[in-house]
């Protein structure tokens, strides 16, 4: 009984002590602070009104000076869109023997005949999913003097460097299908002459091969005998996507090529089949050989009535296209900052936040957010890649293995937006007035080249803003 009167007897105690705990008033001694010199933060979002102004408005711009070479990839076909028209992309390799050895020498064989080429293809993704087979004809390229340029953009002439009326091979490819891809060639009289001349080298071709493991100086191969392979859609081209496709040396490791069947003769008896067997040949995209480049050439067809590069009008209706396409640049008008004078008054403002959302045109639509970019960049300078947004520092991420708060993602909510938080660079457009007042939106740049195309609404772009006054 004591033991129970004892348990009653803290537990109302305990009771007390909660009863008697206040809350601990913050606002003690606020009123002698005179109100003048109280400190403000506030919340606004700009652009929610229709009534308001435009406090950034959006033009739509055209540069195809991106890098299109030594980039570990291609781009292959054909996309058609019907806003921004046809978009055909085509690409010149260059190949070397899978081995360098003599063991790779020998596999050829004496009189080697050939009897089936099949093309291997490391595919990334493809912009379209489901659509007809597209047929693509393989050239050879005639000349490396494009080797020697420090910098090659997506405008590259590629055809005008490739044998166009004699072409080697056909193949075709089916939308939708990833991973590692073989087809069969339909080998042309073309292509059995240049199937001849690369299978006749041999051992005393390599004069500067020294032991069996060494490899040849890659100029033998691609300066002097084959330049390379230039890969385009047909014509007509049925459009059924545009693929991005791996390259590589390692043999485990996302290879495209060639890989050659054959059967060869006897020495001693010319008749009798000594062995059936395979040559593989890659498609060569590495550093460490000064001679081996891949270039991707893509050209457009864009509508007429486009309002391309137009600075005088802004755009109600912009897109960010993958591959070094068209992308909206945001101009920060006068509006704003008159805008941020006036949240000021007397006092000084002290920007906490400047979040941008950027609103996808269509966005209810599944569909238009299945074909738009999972991410967006933004730079000041986007044409050679530099100056990212101070805010957007994608080889900072990439480092570390995060995002920054910048954000950027698609959020498929709400008709679908993106939102970016562009705080640094907002607070040194107020604090410089020299400070770029122009931002470039683009693909994520690892996303830069995917094909995709996102449609983004021109007018009525909201920033929110949380912001403190300072008297």
């Known amino acids: 009984m004591n033991c129970l009167a004892s348990a009653r007897n803290i537990l109302i105690l305990i009771a007390l002590l909660v009863a008697g705990c206040t809350s601990v008033d913050n606002s003690l001694g606020e009123e002698l602070i005179p109100g003048d010199q109280r400190l403000t933060t506030r919340i606004v979002t700009l652009g929610a009104d229709a009534s308001e102004p435009e406090y950034v408005e959006s033009y739509l711009l055209f540069q195809d000076s991106l890098r299109a070479g030594a980039q570990g990839w291609i781009a292959l076909g054909t996309d058609r869109y019907a806003p921004l028209g046809s978009t055909s992309a085509s690409a010149i390799v260059q190949i070397l023997p899978m081995s360098y050895d003599t063991t790779f020498l020998q596999t050829i064989g004496f009189r080697p005949v050939v009897d089936s080429v099949h093309i291997r293809l490391y595919v990334f993704d493809c912009s379209s999913k489901a659509g007809v087979e597209e047929e693509f004809t393989i050239y050879e390229v005639t000349d490396a003097d494009f080797m020697r340029d420090s910098l090659l953009f997506y405008d590259f002439p590629a055809a005008a460097h490739a044998a166009m009326a004699d072409p080697l091979f056909t193949f075709t490819l089916v939308p939708g299908r990833t991973g590692d891809i073989s087809r069969r060639l339909d080998i042309l009289p073309a292509g059995q002459d240049y199937l001849e001349r690369l299978l006749a080298d041999d051992i005393d071709s390599y004069p500067e091969m020294v032991g069996t493991n060494s490899r040849p100086l890659d100029s033998l ?199 970016m938080d562009i705080t640094a660079t907002v607070q040194r457009m107020l604090g410089n007035a020299n400070y770029p007042r122009t931002i470039s939106v683009t693909p994520d740049e690892a996303l830069l080249t995917q094909y995709d195309h996102t449609p983004l609404r021109g007018t009525d772009i909201k920033i929110k803003l949380i912001y403190t006054l300072v008297p």
Do not use: C
């Open 221 to 419: 191969f691609v300066e002097e005998r084959f330049h390379g392979l230039y890969i385009a859609p047909s014509e007509p081209s049925a459009a059924s996507g545009i693929y991005r496709v791996g390259l590589s040396y390692n043999a485990y490791n996302n290879v495209s090529g060639l890989a050659v069947s054959l059967h060869n003769y006897h020495k001693d008896s010319v008749d009798v089949i000594a062995d059936t067997t395979y040559v593989a040949y890659s498609f060569v995209d590495e550093p460490g050989l000064s001679y081996t480049r891949s270039i991707t050439a893509i050209e457009r067809d864009y509508p007429a009535t486009l309002p391309l590069n137009d600075l005088s009008t802004p755009a109600t209706l912009t897109w960010v296209e993958g591959l070094g396409g068209v992308f909206p640049q945001l101009h920060f008008t006068d509006a704003f900052f008159d805008k941020i004078d006036a949240l000021r008054g007397n006092q000084q403002l002290s920007l906490n936040s400047a979040v941008i959302y950027l609103e996808v045109d269509g966005g209810s639509d599944p569909a238009v957010l299945d074909e738009a970019f999972a991410r967006l960049g933004m730079f000041h300078r986007f044409a050679l890649l530099s100056g990212p947004i101070m805010d957007y520092n994608p080889a900072y991420e990439e480092q570390q293995g995060a995002l920054l708060p910048y954000g950027g993602k698609l959020d498929r909510a709400g008709g679908g937006y993106y939102k």
